[in-house]
């Protein structure tokens, strides 16, 4: 497809030779309405300041701007026809480091969230993998903000996990002064099926799963 300029403000389109729309501009902003068939329909509006609009008024505010009534296929779609292949949507910042979304082909996973640092994908299998790509990297979870403050669980490049901390220093890490095991269990008896390190309480004794399927107990008294 060729784009020529016809006359002064104007601009029309051609395939093969043959024209397919043409369109008078003025000076400021306008609108264009240009439909190909049933294949190509945009209702939108060019300024000569370089932003185009797809959907919207005149006067578009981004260099890209689309407004649509939602659902499904009502945005931007990239298609890739390789099972081998992905389709991407790609940012990048003025150092290079570049931020991609991508739907894989067939032979690999359903989707990634990938960039320099991280890694945000399914596994192919109705699972989910996130990944912190640097060295000393670190995973960290946040509520009621971004800020520093409000981080809440953090998985550092250990493998530690912080919980109300920010440096944990083993494999649980917990800034509180409270465990709580809500529901209570009482083996059946000191052989109940059990994995070493389960633990469990009822109002009289605090079990303790000491080997596969060896409890042990304390009682518990009043004080």
């Known amino acids: 497809m060729n784009a020529k300029k016809v006359a002064l403000g104007s601009l029309a389109v051609f395939v093969a030779g043959v024209a397919l729309f043409s369109h008078a501009f003025s000076a400021g902003a306008t609108s264009l309405v240009t439909s190909l068939g049933d294949d190509f329909d945009i209702v939108g509006s060019l300024r000569t300041g370089g932003n ?16 649509s009534t939602g659902g499904a296929l009502s ?24 931020l991609q979304v991508a739907m894989t ?3 690999f996973a359903n989707g990634i969230f990938n960039s320099r640092s991280a890694n945000f994908s399914t596994n192919g ?3 989910v993998n996130l990944a912190a790509y640097n060295p000393s990297g670190v995973i960290r979870f946040a509520t009621g903000g971004y800020a520093a403050s409000n981080e809440r669980v953090r998985i550092d490049s250990a493998g530690n996990v912080g919980i109300g901390t920010a440096n944990p220093t083993t494999q649980l890490d917990i800034s509180g002064n409270k465990i709580r095991l809500e529901t ?3 083996p059946a008896s000191s052989s109940e099926a ?6 469990a309480w009822d109002a009289n004794a605090l079990y303790v799963c000491v080997a596969t399927n060896t409890w042990k107990k304390s009682a518990l008294v009043s004080f």
């Open 52 to 67: 185009i609009g797809i959907g919207t008024a005149p006067s578009p505010t981004a260099k890209l701007y689309i407004v």
């Open 75 to 98: 945005g931007v779609l990239t298609d890739s026809t390789s099972a081998n292949s992905y389709a991407t949507t790609d940012l990048r910042n003025n150092s290079g480091d570049l």
């Open 105 to 107: 082909g067939s032979t």
């Open 125 to 127: 299998i109705g699972g």
């Open 184 to 186: 209570p269990k009482t």
């Open 194 to 199: 059990c994995n070493k390190g389960e633990i």
